[in-house]
Nanobody
Framework: QVQLQESGPGLVKPSQTLFLTCAVS??????????WSWIRQAPGKGLEWMGHIRYDGNGGFRPSLKSRASISTDTAKNMFTLRLTSVTPEDTAVYFCSRATEGRDDHDSWGQGAQVVVSS
């Protein structure tokens, strides 16, 4: 059974860089045909897909975040990390990591979410 667990700082100051890590157990992140995603939900808003990294290391991002977001992997630790630069209060949200399968629209496994507040 696959499990995902987010970890991060909780509070970040404006203009800083946010790092969030998702530890995965139960399956290797290099296993096809899985994609590993970051999705967030700002207060009072719906879910927003941010980007993903594929089993082969290729990725994709929401156009509005492409200049600020990146995802890296640590295959030895079986985890992937979101890097979001130049954060603003508008980046305050609960951040989720999830697993999707190539060719399908749904995300079948989710972490519990990590609250991030951007405030000075």
């Amino acid at each position: 059974q696959v499990q995902l667990q987010e970890s991060g700082p909780g509070l970040v100051k404006p203009s800083q860089t946010l790092f969030l890590t998702c530890a995965v157990s139960g399956v290797s992140i290099t296993t096809a045909p899985y994609y590993w995603s970051w999705i967030r939900q700002a207060p009072g808003k719906g879910l927003e897909w941010m980007g993903h990294i594929r089993y082969d290391g290729n990725g994709g991002f929401r156009p509005s975040l492409k200049s600020r977001a990146s995802i890296s992997t640590d295959t030895a630790k079986n985890m992937f990390t979101l890097r979001l630069t130049s954060v603003t209060p508008e980046d305050t949200a609960v951040y989720f990591c999830s697993r999707a399968t190539e060719g399908r629209d749904d995300h079948d496994s989710w972490g519990q979410g990590a609250q991030v507040v951007v405030s000075s």
